[in-house]
């Protein structure tokens, strides 16, 4: 089955823009998802460097510090913070508890205030329920380790009550790997001391760090911790990390740094991956209806595309098939500025010359053709208009070889010179009408009177016009007119040979020149009977006679209004004959010369 350009246009087309709507749509579902979450870590990791930067111009300024992280917050929604050596978070004073230590194993540990952040132990949430036991005064035991000689609490234990607070990851880790003999894992650095409460500081109001409320954070944070403590492999190289956490995902980021005092310290900075989940989410329920519509508007632009391809394609294939059938009536109607148009004038081009070429080889023909029948016609006439002279001219030979009228061989000769004479004018008429008929000749035109000519005819045929004591009238103007001078003295001679031939005894011959605008008509009308209708057409065919022994005797061969409608016809005028009241008109137009 063949199948049309505009099917193969539409459907190539439609199937591109299909094509590059689903790696689009693959490209942002799947892997948008990946390209928009390292573009958003790529850029947190740059905000942490200037972060750091501003944390160390900061120095021990505490609210410049917290006003740090709240900014960062909220320009990157990502939680920050800074850790110490310990990892303990700094500057948790707000949420904390304060003991002063009894004595100790550990002389250092004596006798001292020790702040404990509660943030590792208890949320935001729990903070009524516990403000009661962590009262001024009240007993608390104290199970924990020493870090840079940094009391990091694992177990707070109000004594002589049930009150208990833990950090578990800490708790797995000094206790975790315990043994029969060593039930306390037997750590250097654990220690375990008592004291009373001496101050309880709580977070109040809108002045509370948001950190606090986020306890994926602070686990995160407590995990850091233990591994800091307890994991003697474990390096201070900056780590980006993962986590996920119920369905959601996150990234950590941990910065190790020098601090103002030159101690070790932490950037540790987490940001959720979920906002990037719900916009990918919502980017594939938006795809849903856009794939609708793109499919939709694919269909059009791909069906008017390749409508508008194919069109002025499918117009040279229309052309170039009339072309093949050698009609070149119609052009390609394509003016683009490309290689459609190029090529739609191209064969315009071709076809202007093959028609213009193919045009005249058929003229060319035609006038072969018409040369081949005027040979013809030629041979056929001169055969027919010479068979009663050789008739005439043998009987005269035949009587005068038999002396049948020895004394009236005078006449015969004369008869004979006399058929010799009117083969001759026939011979030579009809080579000239042959001339005129075969296509190949052309007029040279001249400017002269019209009526000089007329004037001289007329005197050249003053013994025929007395002969028949005719009557010839001229009404004739002096106009120069543009034309073959001897041609149009032939036409006027064959019109008034005419009419004198026709024009009975003592009548009227008018010879008449009129000017109409930018032409003068010549008429030459005699008194005598008029043409038949059914003759008026064929008067100007070669040999051609109305009354055929009257116009042989009077010397007419046929030939001279044929050749007269020829001249006439090459000078490109009009030209005619009408009957009138009186007899019968002939007339012809010249170009007049201003």
Not at 55 to 69: I, P, Y
Not at 289 to 312: D, M, T
Not at 576 to 583: A, D, Q
Request: negative net charge.
């Amino acid at each position: 089955m063949k199948k049309g350009i505009v099917l193969k246009l539409f459907l190539l087309t439609a199937l591109l823009c299909m094509l590059i709507l689903a790696t689009i749509y693959i490209g942002q579902t799947v892997f948008f998802k990946q390209y928009y979450a390292t573009q958003e870590v790529d850029d947190i990791k740059t905000s942490i460097e200037s972060f750091k930067k501003e944390f160390l111009k900061a120095g021990e300024n505490v609210q410049a510090m917290k006003r740090l992280e709240q900014d960062f917050y909220q320009e990157h929604s990502t939680w920050i913070t800074t850790l110490d050596s310990a990892g303990n978070m700094k500057h948790t004073n707000d949420f904390s508890v304060t003991i002063h230590s009894d004595a100790s194993q550990n002389k250092n540990l004596a006798n001292r205030d020790i702040t404990i952040p509660l943030y590792s132990f208890i949320g935001l949430e729990d903070l009524e329920r516990i403000k009661f036991d962590l009262e001024q005064g009240k007993r608390i035991t104290i199970d924990g380790i020493l870090a840079d000689n940094t009391v990091i609490p694992a177990i707070l234990t109000r004594q002589n009550g049930n009150f208990g607070l833990e950090n578990k990851l800490l708790t797995e880790e000094l206790y975790g790997n315990s043994t029969e003999t060593d039930p306390l894992g037997a750590r250097d650095s654990q220690v375990y001391l008592t004291g009373n409460i001496k101050k309880l500081q709580l977070p109040v109001g809108t002045v509370r760090s948001p950190i606090y409320t986020n306890r994926v954070f602070i686990e995160q944070i407590k995990q850091f911790q233990a591994k800091l403590l307890f994991n003697d492999n474990y390096n201070d190289r900056a780590k980006t990390m993962d986590y996920e956490k119920n369905g959601i995902e996150y990234k950590i980021f941990i910065r190790p740094m020098k601090d103002a005092n030159g101690e070790t310290a932490y950037i540790f900075a987490m940001t959720s991956l979920q906002p990037i989940d719900e916009a990918v989410q919502m980017l594939e329920d938006y795809y849903i209806y856009l794939i609708i519509l793109a499919l939709l508007l694919i269909v059009l632009a791909s069906f008017y595309f390749s409508k508008k391809i194919a069109k002025p394609l499918l117009q040279i294939n229309d052309t170039t098939s009339r072309m093949a059938n050698l009609d070149f009536s119609e052009t390609i109607p394509v003016k683009s500025k490309d290689e459609i148009g190029t090529l739609s004038h191209n064969i315009n081009s071709l076809s202007t010359t093959l028609h213009s070429h193919i045009n005249q080889l058929q003229e060319d023909i035609e006038k072969e053709k018409q040369l081949e029948h005027t040979r013809k016609e030629f041979i056929s006439g001169v055969s027919h208009e010479l068979k009663t002279p050789l008739s005439i001219l043998k009987s005269c030979i035949s009587i005068l070889e038999d002396d049948v009228a020895k004394d009236k061989k005078d006449y015969y000769f004369n008869a004979m010179a006399n058929e010799v004479d009117k083969m001759d004018m026939l011979i030579v008429e009809m080579l000239e009408l042959a001339k005129f008929e075969s296509g190949t000749y052309k007029m040279e035109m001249d400017v002269f009177y019209i009526d000089q000519v007329i004037e001289y005819i007329c005197e050249q045929l003053s013994l025929d016009i007395a002969d028949k004591q005719l009557h010839v009238h001229k009404h004739l103007s002096g106009t120069r007119v543009v034309a073959n001078q001897h041609r149009i003295e032939q036409v006027v001679t064959n019109f008034i040979t005419n009419a004198i031939r026709h024009t009975p005894e003592d009548k009227n011959i008018i010879i008449s020149t009129k000017s109409e605008q930018e032409l003068v008509k010549v008429c030459v009308e005699n008194n005598g009977s008029p043409i038949a209708e059914e003759h008026v057409e064929k008067i100007w065919d070669r040999f051609y006679r109305g009354d055929t022994s009257r116009d042989r005797s009077e010397g007419s061969m046929g030939l001279g209004l044929a050749i007269s409608k020829n001249i006439l016809e090459l000078h490109g005028v009009q030209y005619g004959v009408t009957n009138t009241e009186e007899g019968v008109l002939f007339y012809f137009y010249l170009n007049k010369k201003e």
